[in-house]
């Protein structure tokens, strides 16, 4: 049938039309199947993640092209997912800049979800493992506070195991049990095969740490037998690795062997280099210490392990193995090779300048003394041996200060707490005197003397408790020797004075140290060091305004809290501090001169949460001036 040029026109238009309707339902379609499709991408990601975490990530990045035309539900699900997955495979960055982009979007939604807490907890324990104990705190309480508001027990067990492991890890050995206990109720309680695994790998770590050896092997066997169960090769290989670890310390380097040797076969299936480097250095080290070393079998473990470091991101980590290559290379006699490790491990550690990192300066000081020995360098290896001493002795000596600090602190509190207690109990004793005798009174007369001696006598103890409590309350803010704040009324001062410049203003910090104040006392004796303190603490206190506080901080460490001061103004007051000290005629035998090195931080120039961070800022601020030479101001 033949058509004319009006009717092919019009039939044109109508299968136009009915391609464009088709393409409209074919969206509508697709759009509808999507969140259908990533339904079940996830299902497949959460069965494969177990076993096989790399295709598991794989198979989830293959949709990340469509993840924005998702529900934000279904973002923050696939971005969980992924950070977590990332996390497993030892990719703690991406896995933290995936949870921060997570947790950005989750702003939007309307009200709480857990999976704001899931996203806090992953981005936490990426940053643990980067090195920042205290932003990962800050993440495990922002995530804790929302599954308890959800009354989420599972996500609250979780909260309070992340906590303890930063508990342990900042030497808050009590607190962690404290929180290790309620964890492990609610595992109890939930029947959670997973999070029993979580907590008991966690109780083993921190009875490690109370080198309780058995206890810490029963822990980590028991979640050993909790991950395997469930078929999650990553966790239990890492709860094996913990019990190879503690044999290790034991210095039972056999049977830390044979339970490496049987991880091998889980190595492949469990797709993180992270753990493959963790079984072949504690090969690597476990045959060189062992009763009968073997060297070469030693190295040969090292190297695979080295094929593995690249995908390790922890500095510390990555800092101690070029010791123990180091120390691997020098049993071999391959002295310069040992060497240029040692080089390449005090790079790094150069590079992160952070104080808590100076146990590792210590270990490279010893190898590369050792290894100067063994060359037969003795002017040099003896150098190098007598500034690992000192530099040790310096560590001991401030770890000891901390303690009795922190023990005087906490005794003048149970003190004080007492006092108050036994002051209380006397007006008590008193006003039920006056009550007894109100009763035996038989005239007015009797009455009226009994009771105006008793009004008397507890004017008198009034005024005394009124005495005792503010001397009890100067000995609690009071440092003793120097007449200044200290330490803890520094740090009740100095929280107000933060949040009031978080809020709207300007705080400055200083932490000011003696240099080579040990050797005052060494040399001197500690008469001299105390005058040294006093003098120090009179003669910086004449250069602060009113309203600056200062304070001992510990030793010969010393605060100053600069409000409303800019960078700038607490600069210039740091070097007028340092010049004054510097030129002071010091009562010294020799003329002795005193110095100190000062760190600067002010709360506009970093991104300070907290005041313990502007405090830690200042601190490594203070390291730094130390390591260019002393008498020096730093400041970034």
């Not at 019009?10 to 039309?17: A, K, R």
């Not at 008397?456 to 120097?482: G, H, N, P």
């Given at each position: 049938?033949?058509?004319?040029?009006?009717?092919?026109?019009?039939?044109?238009?109508?299968?136009?039309?009915?391609?464009?309707?088709?393409l409209?339902?074919?969206?509508?379609?697709?759009s509808?199947?999507?969140?259908?499709?990533?339904?079940?991408?996830?299902?497949?990601?959460?069965?494969?993640?177990?076993?096989?975490?790399?295709?598991?990530?794989?198979?989830?990045?293959?949709?990340?092209?469509?993840?924005?035309?998702?529900?934000?539900?279904?973002?923050?699900?696939?971005?969980?997912?992924?950070?977590?997955?990332?996390?497993?495979?030892?990719?703690?960055?991406?896995?933290?800049?995936?949870?921060?982009?997570?947790?950005?979007?989750?702003?939007?939604?309307?009200?709480?979800?857990?999976?704001?807490?899931?996203?806090?907890?992953?981005?936490?324990?990426?940053?643990?493992?980067?090195?920042?104990?205290?932003?990962?705190?800050?993440?495990?309480?922002?995530?804790?506070?929302?599954?308890?508001?959800?009354?989420?027990?599972?996500?609250?067990?979780?909260?309070l195991?992340?906590?303890?492991?930063?508990?342990?890890?900042?030497?808050?050995?009590?607190?962690?049990?404290?929180?290790?206990?309620?964890?492990?109720?609610?595992?109890?309680?939930?029947?959670?095969?997973?999070?029993?695994?979580?907590?008991?790998?966690?109780?083993?770590?921190?009875?490690?740490?109370?080198?309780?050896?058995?206890?810490?092997?029963?822990?980590?066997?028991?979640?050993?037998?909790?991950?395997?169960?469930?078929?999650?090769?990553?966790?239990a290989?890492?709860?094996?690795?913990?019990?190879?670890?503690?044999?290790?310390?034991?210095?039972?380097?056999?049977?830390?062997?044979?339970?490496?040797?049987?991880?091998?076969?889980?190595?492949?299936?469990?797709?993180?280099?992270?753990?493959?480097?963790?079984?072949?250095?504690?090969?690597s080290?476990?045959?060189?210490?062992?009763?009968?070393?073997?060297?070469?079998?030693?190295?040969?473990?090292?190297?695979?392990?080295?094929?593995?470091?690249?995908?390790?991101?922890?500095?510390?980590?990555?800092?101690?193995?070029?010791?123990?290559?180091?120390?691997?290379?020098?049993?071999?006699?391959?002295y310069n090779?040992?060497?240029?490790?040692?080089?390449?491990?005090?790079?790094?550690?150069?590079?992160?300048?952070?104080?808590?990192?100076?146990?590792?300066?210590?270990?490279?000081?010893?190898?590369?003394?050792?290894?100067?020995?063994?060359?037969?360098?003795?002017?040099?290896?003896?150098?190098?041996a007598?500034?690992?001493?000192?530099?040790?002795?310096?560590?001991?000596?401030?770890?000891?200060?901390?303690?009795?600090q922190?023990?005087?602190?906490?005794?003048?509190?149970?003190?004080?707490?007492?006092?108050?207690?036994?002051?209380?109990?006397k007006?008590s004793?008193?006003?039920?005197?006056?009550?007894?005798a109100?009763?035996?009174?038989?005239?007015?007369q009797?009455?009226?003397?009994?009771?105006?001696?008793?009004?008397?006598?507890?004017?008198?103890?009034?005024?005394?408790?009124?005495?005792?409590?503010?001397?009890?309350?100067?000995?609690?803010?009071?440092?003793?020797?120097?007449g200044l704040?200290?330490?803890?009324?520094?740090?009740?001062?100095?929280?107000?004075?933060?949040?009031?410049a978080?809020?709207?203003g300007?705080?400055?910090?200083?932490?000011?140290?003696?240099?080579?104040?040990?050797?005052?006392?060494?040399?001197?004796?500690?008469?001299?060091?105390?005058?040294?303190?006093?003098?120090?603490?009179?003669?910086?206190?004449?250069?602060?305004?009113?309203?600056?506080?200062?304070?001992?901080?510990?030793?010969?460490?010393?605060?100053?809290?600069?409000?409303?001061?800019?960078?700038?103004?607490?600069?210039?007051?740091?070097?007028?501090?340092?010049?004054?000290?510097?030129e002071?005629?010091?009562?010294?035998?020799d003329?002795?001169?005193?110095?100190?090195?000062?760190?600067?931080?002010?709360?506009?120039?970093?991104?300070?949460?907290?005041?313990?961070?502007?405090?830690?800022?200042?601190?490594?601020?203070?390291?730094?001036?130390?390591?260019?030479?002393?008498?020096?101001?730093?400041?970034?």
């Open positions: 049938m033949l058509l004319s040029s009006k009717q092919k026109i019009s039939t044109i238009f109508y299968y136009l039309f009915c391609c464009l309707s088709l409209i339902s074919c969206k509508s379609i697709a509808e199947l999507d969140v259908e499709n990533f339904n079940k991408v996830i299902a497949e990601v959460k069965s494969l993640r177990n076993s096989e975490p790399s295709d598991a990530l794989v198979k989830l990045n293959a949709i990340s092209d469509t993840v924005d035309s998702l529900p934000l539900i279904e973002q923050l699900t696939f971005y969980k997912y992924q950070a977590d997955l990332y996390s497993e495979l030892s990719r703690y960055q991406v896995a933290k800049d995936i949870a921060s982009k997570a947790l950005e979007q989750a702003k939007q939604l309307k009200t709480p979800s857990i999976l704001i807490a899931e996203l806090s907890y992953i981005r936490g324990f990426a940053i643990e493992s980067l090195g920042n104990l205290e932003l990962a705190n800050e993440d495990y309480l922002n995530g804790l506070d929302v599954a308890q508001s959800l009354n989420d027990k599972l996500f609250i067990a979780k909260g195991i992340n906590l303890g492991a930063i508990y342990y890890q900042t030497d808050r050995y009590e607190k962690a049990l404290t929180v290790f206990d309620e964890a492990l109720k609610i595992a109890n309680e939930l029947n959670d095969e997973e999070l029993k695994g979580f907590i008991n790998n966690e109780l083993g770590i921190l009875y490690a740490y109370f080198g309780e050896d058995e206890k810490s092997l029963k822990y980590y066997r028991k979640s050993y037998q909790h991950y395997k169960r469930l078929g999650k090769i990553s966790d290989v890492n709860s094996l690795v913990n019990i190879a670890s503690n044999y290790q310390a034991k210095g039972n380097y056999e049977k830390a062997i044979e339970i490496y040797n049987e991880l091998l076969p889980d190595l492949e299936r469990s797709a993180s280099k992270r753990f493959a480097f963790s079984v072949y250095m504690g090969l080290l476990s045959y060189l210490h062992k009763k009968e070393e073997d060297a070469e079998q030693s190295y040969y473990y090292l190297k695979i392990a080295e094929k593995n470091l690249s995908e390790v991101e922890q500095p510390v980590v990555i800092i101690n193995f070029y010791v123990d290559k180091a120390v691997v290379l020098k049993t071999l006699k391959r090779e040992a060497l240029i490790s040692l080089q390449k491990a005090e790079d790094l550690l150069a590079a992160q300048n952070k104080k808590e990192y100076q146990p590792l300066y210590l270990n490279i000081l010893g190898t590369r003394a050792n290894i100067y020995r063994s060359l037969g360098h003795y002017k040099k290896a003896y150098q190098l007598t500034e690992y001493v000192n530099a040790n002795l310096e560590v001991l000596k401030n770890a000891r200060m901390d303690a009795v922190d023990m005087r602190i906490r005794y003048e509190s149970e003190q004080a707490e007492l006092q108050k207690k036994l002051l209380e109990q007006s004793n008193q006003a039920l005197q006056l009550l007894k109100k009763v035996s009174s038989k005239n007015q009797t009455y009226f003397l009994l009771a105006s001696l008793i009004v008397v006598i507890f004017a008198w103890l009034l005024v005394r408790l009124i005495k005792s409590q503010r001397k009890l309350l100067q000995v609690s803010r009071i440092d003793s020797l120097t704040n200290n330490r803890r009324r520094a740090l009740q001062l100095g929280e107000k004075l933060f949040v009031k978080k809020q709207n300007n705080l400055s910090l200083l932490m000011i140290d003696i240099d080579n104040f040990k050797n005052i006392n060494d040399n001197f004796g500690h008469s001299k060091g105390d005058y040294v303190l006093k003098t120090l603490g009179s003669l910086i206190n004449q250069q602060l305004r009113q309203d600056d506080v200062f304070a001992r901080f510990g030793g010969e460490e010393f605060i100053i809290l600069l409000p409303n001061a800019n960078y700038e103004q607490a600069i210039e007051t740091a070097q007028r501090i340092r010049k004054i000290v510097a002071h005629t010091w009562q010294l035998p003329n002795i001169p005193v110095t100190v090195s000062i760190g600067v931080a002010n709360t506009r120039k970093g991104n300070f949460s907290s005041l313990d961070q502007l405090i830690k800022q200042a601190d490594d601020l203070l390291y730094k001036a130390k390591q260019q030479g002393r008498n020096k101001v730093c400041y970034e």
